[in-house]
């Protein structure tokens, strides 16, 4: 029941009373860390060896809670000094925390430490130790009654509360109120600074709030002159539409006459149009009756002309048997310069209504003269038989194409992935067939490419591969892509 009452007033930094000894029990514990030599379980125990300054400066008390830059170096006094007290001998609450490096224990475990500080005096009075082995002189100087005048007084807060000597109360205390009154003095300077930066600022606003308002003036000024200047202007628009108007009525006027005046003369030229197109008949019927005199006059000419051609003719014929001439190979239409349709590409092989996968749009490929097929060997491998090793991937795709190169006569090279080889693959390529790894750094899709753009313009290309990124890029260079699964179809025909 006492543990229970004092964790409450742990939470808050209070100092939790000492609870009432029952009849015929001995005194309460001692919290005034021991004497060197002494042993921590007999003071506990309520042993006698403890000297008359600790009996004293057990039974005072904090009059308010544990100021809190105190209780931040008593915190960190007590986290510096955890890891190298044995876990026996702490508390059950702060076992947990051992493995914890002195920051993190100062910052997640500073509830902790503070209650166990306040409710285990056994625990304080290790504390207590470490500090009398770092600090000896402020430790024999408290003990003693005196303050070091020299000395931080968070720190004499600090050690006084661990330690506990005669009138530790009084120091805690008084460090508090020290540590408000630097506080206050420090807020109050801030307070100052501020109001001074304020004061500074307001000077600045007015400072700019009169630039500003003297722009603005002499920006109405700017713009009282120009709207008094387009005023000006827009009298002068006014008057010039005025004179516009007027001569527009003028214009109108004029135009309506133009009209009639062409109106008249449209009459008089469709009068003079009529009479001409009855003149030309005349003529046209005068040239009629003269060109049907000059054919009658002309066909004896034309037959005299006609025989004579066919005398020509035929002399010339017999002069070509004599001579034995051969009939010309090129025609007029030779020599004239236009684009010549070229033979079967690739491409054209696809208008031709069979599926992608069929076998057959392969074969037609690999029949146009002079084609090269190009193979992306593990996209075709890993399509096909995947869960084969790389080495039997490629053998039993090697042997495909040496058949199918041999049926075809077609020229084929495969294009393996070797960025990721460790060693050079040692091989012997079959007969028919080219075959090539990529380098380091390179995959086997950019070495594709590169074949593709390495052939002269013109010559028809397969590049096999179901990769999209593939596919695109050598149809841009020219080439026709293929789906893997269409070689392997092709493969697995006898």
């Known amino acids: ?11 808050q930094g209070l100092q939790p009373a000492a609870p009432t000894p029952e009849p015929g029990a001995g005194a309460a514990p001692s919290e005034a860390p021991l004497p060197e030599g002494a042993d921590p379980e007999t003071a506990e ?45 702490l508390p059950q609450s702060l076992r947990q925390y051992v493995k914890f490096t002195p920051a993190r224990r100062a910052k997640y475990a500073a509830t902790a430490l503070a209650a166990a500080l306040e409710s285990e005096p056994a625990f304080r009075v290790r504390i207590a130790e470490r500090l009398r082995l770092g600090q000896p002189d402020l430790v024999k100087a408290l003990e003693s ?13 600090a050690a006084a509360y ?18 408000e009154r630097a506080g ?35 920006e109405f000024e700017g713009v009282r002159r120009e709207a008094e200047s387009l005023r000006k202007k827009v009298r002068s628009l006014e008057s010039d539409t005025r004179r516009a108007q007027a001569e527009t009525r003028r214009v109108a006027g004029e135009l309506e006459a133009a009209k009639a005046q062409a109106a008249s003369e449209r009459g008089a030229a469709e009068s003079e149009a009529r009479r001409l197109r009855h003149r030309v008949s005349e003529l046209e019927n005068v040239a009629e009756q003269g060109r049907r005199s000059a054919r009658e006059g002309r066909s ?20 070509q048997r004599e001579l034995a001439l051969p009939v010309s190979q090129i025609r007029p239409a030779d020599l004239v310069e236009a684009v010549v349709p070229g033979a079967a590409s690739p491409h054209d092989v696809a208008r031709r209504g069979l599926a992608e996968d069929d076998p057959a749009l ?3 490929l690999l029949a146009i003269p002079q084609v090269h097929l ?7 491998t890993k399509t096909g038989y995947p869960t084969l090793p790389l080495e039997q991937q490629r053998i039993r795709l090697l042997g495909g194409l040496a058949m199918l190169a041999q049926r075809t006569q077609a020229e084929v090279t495969c294009v393996f992935d070797g960025q990721d080889l460790d060693v050079p693959v040692i091989m012997a390529p079959p007969r028919g067939v080219r075959v090539r790894f990529s380098r380091t750094g390179e995959t086997a899709d950019e070495l594709i490419r590169r074949l593709v753009r390495a052939e002269p313009q013109g010559r028809p290309v397969v590049v096999v591969s179901t990769d999209r990124e593939v596919a695109e890029g050598v149809r841009k260079a020219g080439a026709r892509p293929v789906a893997s699964v269409l070689l392997l179809n092709r493969l697995a025909r006898p």
Do not use: C, H
């Not at 029941?1 to 939470?11: F, H, I, R, S, T």
């Not at 303050?147 to 931080?152: C, E, F, I, K, S």
């Not at 661990?162 to 540590?179: H, Q």
């Open 1 to 11: 029941m006492v543990d229970a009452a004092k964790e409450p007033a742990e939470a």
């Open 362 to 364: 392969l074969d037609q």
């Open 145 to 157: 009654g005196t303050v070091p005048g020299a000395a931080d007084p968070m720190d004499v807060a």
């Open 300 to 319: 004896v000419e034309d037959m005299r002309l006609r025989l004579l051609l066919d005398t020509v003719l035929q002399s010339a014929q017999g002069l």
């Open 162 to 179: 661990l330690v506990r000597s005669a009138g530790w109360s009084r120091l805690v205390t008084e460090a508090g109120e020290e540590a």
């Open 45 to 89: 125990s309520g042993g006698s060896g403890a000297p008359d300054a600790v009996s004293e400066g057990a039974v005072e008390k904090l009059g308010r809670p544990l100021p809190e830059g105190v209780r931040r170096r008593v915190v960190g006094l007590a986290s510096d000094a955890l890891g190298g007290l044995p876990s026996a001998e």
């Open 184 to 218: 206050a003095e420090d807020a109050a300077a801030e307070a100052g600074r501020l109001v001074e930066k304020l004061q500074a600022e307001l000077a600045e606003v007015r400072a700019a709030a009169r630039a500003d308002l003297d722009r603005q003036r002499a």
């Open 374 to 380: 190009v193979v992306d060997g593990y996209n075709v």
